[in-house]
């Protein structure tokens, strides 16, 4: 089974684009769709989506959860990197790296 890791960019090196996380997003929703799920919960002044992600068994499911904000205002670039780590590595756990 290829890793979490096979299927990330390189947010870890380098600040991704907007249409890159997005690229990012679609690779992990595609791969390991038991364990997440993301979808836009508004738009931003630029039209562009704003996206959230839900990790774990069953996303669909209502139950506790940590909310991680990234990149709220424009300058503020290395949230997107640590938000993205965070997701990698909860993939990682669920299956089972």
């Not at 690779?27 to 769709?33: C, H, K, P, Q, V």
């Not at 991680?68 to 938000?83: F, I, K, P, T, Y």
Request: proline share 4%; net charge negative; with cysteine.
């Amino acid at each position: 089974m290829p890793s979490v890791a096979s299927h990330s960019l390189a947010f870890r090196e380098r600040f991704l684009t907007h249409d890159e996380i997005t690229t990012q997003l679609e690779r992990w929703a595609t791969r390991f769709s038991t364990w997440l799920k993301y979808e836009s919960i508004g738009t931003t002044q630029e039209g562009r989506p704003i996206w959230m992600l839900t990790v774990g068994k069953d996303p669909e499911r209502k139950r506790p959860a940590v909310w991680v904000d990234a990149n709220m205002h424009a300058a503020e670039l290395s949230g997107s990197c640590v938000a993205l780590s965070i997701a990698e590595a909860l993939l990682a756990l669920h299956n089972g790296e």
